[in-house]
């Protein structure tokens, strides 16, 4: 496998931090929780998709792009980075927002991703719910096409082969960081979505033979289609790295227990995370991808899911800039 075949643009603060976790480790009084921070890879607030968008933007670059073109859920975080990373290397970018939870506070609507989406000078357009947003945002690059502009649209979440190879990348610095502190760790697990975060670890993980399972936390899809799309896309990051079949079937484990009422709607145990990772380690989860991974990182471990002698290391896929969105889950007039 090498990695450095593939052109890349340098997006992201890397390495990300890995920090132990001792008050909410105790707090559970389970396995040792450490903490991987890639709500800290520095582009306009962080997280997850800055690591795709190394290898997503060069390649818009290779090809001339002038405009970027991505969808996500109106709080979508891929679609800020997204905006970010391009006005940094100079290029237009529209965004295709779907309204996915009906929500129509004013907060929710126009604060956290979106009012960074703005400031980063990205165009945005709308679409109600329900509807096949990468064939929406399609359409409207051919549009962009038929007049003569060079765009390359992204995928929701980044999630294709070549943005998987931003978490092969990820993989590779977890073991180097493991390696140099001498630190074993039993399992990682992460909120999983749109799927190129787990199928790129995972990938990179068999390809290097670590050894960590890698479990995700869903937040939208059932169990099966949840596993399907990050197994056919692991398959597919395979193929592309250069080494085929390293992934089997079973390498790829999701829990969907977590996911509440839906995609973006926190659940009880959402905030309840939110809250003891804020209190406990002063770390800011989101309620839509991280909080809901760290609820089934909670509850697993409340389950005894895993040995106490583990050590279990969470992934924080960032995100807490959507928290501005969600002021209306909390009772922030009653308490301040
Ligand atoms: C997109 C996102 C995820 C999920 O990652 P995928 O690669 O889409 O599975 C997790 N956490 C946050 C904060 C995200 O924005």
Not at 59 to 76: I, M, P
């Amino acid at each position: 496998m090498n990695l450095a075949r593939f052109p890349r643009v340098r997006l992201a603060h890397l390495p990300t931090p890995i920090e132990p976790l001792p008050r909410l480790s105790e707090a559970l009084g389970g396995p040792e929780i450490w903490i991987k921070r890639d709500d800290c890879t520095g582009l306009s607030t962080g997280g997850n998709k800055t690591r795709k968008l190394e290898f997503l933007m060069a390649e818009a670059v290779d090809q001339g792009a002038e405009v970027v073109l991505t969808q996500g859920a109106t709080q979508s975080n891929h679609a800020r980075q997204t905006a970010a990373a391009a006005a940094k290397l100079g290029m237009e970018c529209h965004i295709l927002l779907e309204d996915r939870t009906g929500y129509e506070h004013e907060n929710y609507r126009y604060n956290g991703n979106v009012l960074l989406d703005v400031l980063h000078g990205a165009t945005i357009e709308h679409r109600g719910p329900g509807l096949d947003m990468n064939a929406e945002m399609e359409a409207v690059a051919e549009a962009m096409r038929a007049k003569g502009r060079k765009a390359y649209a992204i995928p929701g979440g980044g999630s294709n082969a070549t943005g998987a190879l931003g978490y092969v990348n990820c993989a590779l610095e977890t073991l180097a960081q493991l390696t140099e502190m001498g630190l074993r760790v039993d399992h990682m697990v992460h909120a999983t979505g749109s799927a190129g975060t787990q199928a790129g670890l995972v990938t990179g993980f068999q390809a290097l033979n670590a050894q960590i399972p890698v479990l995700g936390i869903g937040v939208r899809a059932p169990k099966d289609k949840q596993e399907a799309n990050v197994f056919a896309l692991a398959e597919k990051t395979a193929d592309k790295l250069g080494c085929p079949g390293v992934v089997a079937r079973g390498d790829v484990v999701a829990n969907t227990d977590y996911v509440g009422e839906g995609y973006g709607l926190p659940a009880e145990s959402t905030l309840e995370a939110i809250d003891l990772f804020a209190r406990l380690e002063a770390i800011l989860l989101d309620p839509v991808y991280s909080a809901k991974g760290a609820a089934g990182l909670i509850d697993l471990v409340r389950k005894g899911h895993f040995d106490s002698s583990d050590r279990v290391l969470f992934l924080h896929t960032g995100g807490a800039i959507g928290l501005t969105g969600y002021t209306h889950v909390f009772d922030v007039a009653g308490r301040a």
